[in-house]
């Protein structure tokens, strides 16, 4: 994915001054050695300040990790560490940050010489980055030897790459959104509150730099592409130079207007008059920028793209965006999932769009029309959706949403998509998520979320969770799939 940071995450061993400053020093190099043995070396760098009770050493170590290039910061306690300065370095350095501590790692290293206390160390530094209003990860147990350290590091990488995209991430939308959609409409406030820029234009500007492009000469070369793409799936030949076009109008927008912003996601219009006046649907180009880690949202939905961004930054694959749409009938639950799965049918159902999803996410993909529009439109006016079933396999469905007054509300959920064919229409997959049928009642429905969701193609709750934690999203306003015998509080205890 090319649309998101590359992390480089400064690593600065501090000591408290009466403990041997070598202590954490040796330990910082264990650490770093285990993270070049196990995991991409250029993830972190070394830094050769170790922070003693000094301010001055604290600016030392900011400048040098700087200098270094690093965007992250890990503050590694190799003892119990000085509470002021390591926390003042947190405080004045521009990106996410992590604390994590050494852990004793022997029958020496509870003596005099080489205890280092670093467990009673993060209490103090939590204390202090509460007392300065700091942000920082703090892993679920953030004690533990060179190797164990080394593996929060890494999990702190997916989490870094998405903190750091935001703060330079820039929202191109285009048009309002849809007539009696108002699913889709949300405060832009957050937005800014996340340091998210948003350029939203009018569907007539995309209209006029559509045409400024009639007849450009790159147009030959994308249809090739995406004739290459599709193969056997190219159904529609005679919309691929429009699509093309358009394609072509949306990345010329992005270069010509993001100015100081490095990342970009697009909310776009696809309906009600788009399809008449370009003559198509958008669906299979917003599928091919979303393959390239561009996230183009359906309908407007602007923290529906931003959610995408996300989960893109946290995965560093493609994503998508779909309805969490419509049963699965139960003579299909009885035919293909009862007894082949261990789900009950009220732990699925399927998630659609129109035909936003990328080929490389479907099992087999075609260009087709999009089939609810020609109920009373011409056909050719709606051709450009990809079609096909997702392809079976593990799925995070998530979604970051700002509520009318304002307030920041999640949910994530991990799951999989089942190989059991859907019988039907647009980009779709049967879903199954444990316990499904009441986090459908008591997280979505009960907190008011919109029935567009982003979708990750792995396991990546926990990263997600974090990120929402750290982005100001509070404990009880991220929803997750409670497990059977854990209530939701909205529950009804008799039902």
């Keep these: 994915m090319n649309n998101i940071p590359k992390i480089k995450i400064g690593i600065v061993a501090v000591s408290r001054d009466c403990f041997p400053e070598s202590l954490s020093v040796n330990r910082r190099k264990a650490l770093v050695e285990a993270y070049q043995k196990k995991y991409d070396a250029s993830d972190i760098y070394e830094c050769p300040v170790c922070i003693v009770e000094s301010e001055i050493h604290m600016l030392q170590a900011l400048e040098d990790i700087k200098k270094a290039g690093c965007n992250a910061l890990c503050v590694y306690l190799g003892n119990f560490g000085p509470e002021i300065s390591e926390t003042m370095l947190a405080q004045n350095f521009d990106g996410p940050k ?20 670093a467990y009673c160390g993060m209490l103090n530094a939590s204390y202090n980055l509460a007392l300065r209003n700091v942000k920082a990860y703090i892993p679920e147990y953030p004690v533990g030897d060179a190797e164990d350290c080394a593996d929060m590091i890494h999990e702190f990488v997916p989490i870094a790459r998405a903190i750091a995209g935001l703060k330079d991430l820039k929202i191109f939308g285009f048009g309002p959104r849809p007539l009696n959609f108002l699913a889709c409409n949300a405060p832009i406030k957050q937005l800014y509150n996340l340091g998210v820029e948003i350029e939203e234009n009018s569907e007539l500007d995309l209209f006029e730099a559509y045409h400024k492009l009639d007849n450009d000469p790159r147009i030959a070369d994308v249809v090739k592409d995406m004739e290459a793409e599709l193969g056997a799936g190219n159904n529609k030949p005679e919309v691929l130079p429009k699509l093309a076009q358009y394609e072509l109008t949306l990345l010329d927008w992005i270069e010509a207007h993001k100015g100081s912003k490095k990342y970009f996601a697009i909310a776009g219009k696809c309906w009600p008059a788009f399809q008449t006046m370009f003559g198509f649907v958008p ?6 920028l979303t393959g390239r880690g561009i996230p183009v949202s359906c309908e407007v939905d602007i923290y529906g793209c931003l959610s995408e961004f996300i989960g893109t930054a946290v995965s560093d694959d493609i994503v998508t965006l779909l309805d969490i749409n419509n049963s699965v009938p139960k003579c299909m639950y009885e035919d293909s999932i009862k007894g082949k799965f261990d ?6 159902f399927m998630g659609f769009h129109c035909g936003n999803t990328c080929s490389k996410k479907l099992k087999k993909a075609s260009m087709e029309y999009q089939a609810i529009m020609a109920r009373s439109l011409p056909i050719e006016v709606t051709n450009g959706t990809l079609e096909g079933d ?3 396999g593990k799925i995070t469905f998530y979604r970051l949403q700002s509520t009318a007054d304002n307030i920041l509300r999640a949910y994530v959920a991990e799951g999989e998509v089942l190989d059991v064919p859907t019988r039907s229409f647009g980009g779709i997959g049967v879903f199954a998520i ?22 990750a193609f792995g396991h990546f709750g926990k990263a997600l ?9 509070k404990y009880d306003e ?6 059977a015998g854990v209530r939701y509080p909205s529950e009804n205890p008799f039902a």
Aim: with cysteine; aromatic share 16%.
């Design 434 to 455: 444990p316990e499904m049928g009441r986090f459908y009642r008591h997280a979505l429905i009960e907190k008011n979320f919109p029935h567009h969701g982003a979708v």
């Design 478 to 483: 991220i929803g997750y799939n409670q497990p």
């Design 390 to 392: 997702i392809a079976p």
């Design 98 to 117: 992590m604390f994590c501590a050494a852990a004793e790692e022997d029958y020496d290293s509870v003596t005099t010489k080489g205890r280092g206390d």
């Design 465 to 473: 969770y974090e990120v929402f934690k750290y982005i100001g999203v």
């Design 343 to 348: 789900y009950k049918h009220t732990d699925t």
């Design 283 to 288: 669906c299979y180009v917003n599928s091919r």
